[in-house]
C-alpha cells in the first residue's frame, strides 16, 4: 500500500542545510492502522506532504499502491490523490455550505455523478453519526462534530486509504477518543488507515487497546516501530555514532 525506500528529503537555505527526513524505510500494508507519532520537528509534516505528492524527496522513492510518486507526472496527481481520503487538523469545511453540501462538494469536483452523490452523502454521515445534521451549517455544530463532517467528506468517494493530520488537535480529549474510535471502525472495513499526530498518551492507549502499529519519527529518522523492534536499536547507534542522545516519546 505505501512504502518508503531510502527517502530523505532536504530542505536548502542560503546559509545551511535543514535534514527533515533521512533514510526512512517504512512499509505500511493494505489494511493497516498505522499511527506516525513525533514531536515537532520530527519530520512528521514532511512525510505527510510526500504521502500526498506537495513535495518530492531529495533522494529514495515513495509508492503508493505501487505507484512510484517520485515519478509521477503533474497532470496525474489529481487522480491520485482521489484514491485517498484526507482528513485535516482544522477542518477545512466551507462556512457558507450545510453538512449535506460540504460532503456533496468534494465528490463533485471529481466528477462523481449526482445521482451517486444523493446515495452517497447520506450514508456517509450516518457512518459518522451525523445524519440528523445534513442541513446544518459547520457553526452550528461543535468542533467534534464538524471533524466528523470532515470524515464523511473523506470516506464519501469510496477510498482504498485514509490519512489524517492531527485529526484531534482541535477539539477536546473525550471527543479526541471518540473520533480516533471512528478511525478504528473505518479500519475495520479494510479501509488503510494513517493517523499523523503528536498525541502520544492518546496514541499509546489506543493501541494499548486495540494494537495499533506506532512509528515514532524523532531528529528526521525512525526511532522506533512497534511492529519491527529491531528498529529502535539500530536508530539508538546512529545517534550515538553521531554523539546525541536518543529522543522518545
Known sequence: MIQFEHVSKVYETQSDENVALEDINIEIEEGEFVFILGHSGAGKSTFLKLMLMEEKPTEGKVFINGQDLTRLRRRKVPYMRRQMGVVFQDFRLIPTMTVYENVAFAMRVTNISTKTIKNRVPFALSLVGLEDKMDRLPDELSGGEQQRVAVARALAHGPKLIIADEPTGNIDPE?????????EAINKV???????????????????KYNNRVITLAHGQVASDTS????????????REMGMEPAYL
Do not use: C, G, N, W
Open 175 to 183: 471527543m479526541s477518543m471518540d473520533i480516533m474510535q471512528l478511525f
Open 190 to 208: 479494510h479501509i488503510t488507515v494513517v493517523v499523523v499526530t503528536h498525541e502520544h498518551e492518546l496514541v499509546h492507549k489506543l493501541a494499548q
Open 228 to 239: 519491527h523492534p529491531e528498529v529502535a536499536e539500530q536508530y539508538e547507534a546512529r545517534m
